[in-house]
């Protein structure tokens, strides 16, 4: 009987909760910008800005995989 009288006792649990807030780095936040304003001229314009197009989204993308991965997002 010693043994079972321990189990009866009233334990309550108390969960406190505790909000901490992060803010990312500004560099992570900062808008994503347009190389580019107005449209190429010729063809050959269109072909040089290519790779500067890709660099961007490219960049743009690795801010927002920074971001998920400062937040924890998979």
Known sequence: ???LT???SN???VTQYKTVERKPPPALISPCLRPFDS???TYGEAVERDPVW???WRTCANQIQQLRQFYGIQ
Do not use: D
């Open 1 to 3: 009987m010693l043994l």
């Open 6 to 8: 321990g189990c009866a």
């Open 11 to 13: 334990t309550k649990v």
């Open 39 to 41: 449209p190429p001229q």
């Open 54 to 56: 890709h660099a961007s």
